[in-house]
């Protein structure tokens, strides 16, 4: 099976958007999502979709949506989580959210990337996290101090706990 990456940035106390947006534009956090999903297809919510400034360079944008007539340029529309999947066939693959997305995807998904925001913030959409859940491990942490009117952040890489 390809793995499949999580990518959220995530308020210490769930928050991962705030008026359809995500709530911080870390720049060091913003080159690392790049990083992490360059080259690779990205599955992720209408809204997500919606939300980016536009179409990311050198990643496919696969948007699940119910909205039967939804399209957009550089966009490819998944019916259903199946579809999606067949969409990417073998290929590593991101979901960037939003929650009911990753809701969607959480059983499948193998890596965690987390970047851990120190605040609570108001905001809409939370989700949960990996440290919540048994099946998934810590396996490396990056902690970065408060800087640029930024609240201080950990970037955290989480591994799914191998059945038994």
């Given at each position: 099976?390809?793995?499949?990456l ?10 991962i958007a ?39 360079p ?8 119910r ?14 989580a199946e ?9 590593d ?19 965690f ?19 919540d ?23 955290v890489?989480?591994?799914r706990?191998?059945?038994?």
């Open positions: 099976m390809a793995d499949m999580f990518i959220v940035a995530r308020a210490t106390n769930g928050v705030k008026d359809g947006d995500v709530p911080w534009q870390i720049s060091e956090d913003l080159k690392r999502f790049k990083k992490l999903t360059i080259g690779k297809p990205m599955i992720m919510g209408r809204k997500t979709f919606e939300a980016l400034p536009g179409v990311l050198g990643r496919r944008h696969i948007v699940l949506t909205q039967q007539d939804w399209q957009a340029e550089g966009a490819e529309v998944a019916r259903s579809h999606a999947m067949e969409m990417v066939g073998d290929a693959c991101s979901v960037i959210g939003g929650a009911e997305i990753f809701d969607l995807f959480w059983d499948r998904a193998t890596t990337e987390l970047t851990e925001v120190f605040e609570d913030t108001v905001g809409e959409v939370s989700m949960r996290g990996p440290a859940d048994p099946t998934w491990r810590e396996v490396a942490r990056e902690s970065r101090p408060a800087a640029d009117g930024w609240p201080p952040y950990d970037f890489t989480f591994e706990v191998p059945e038994r």
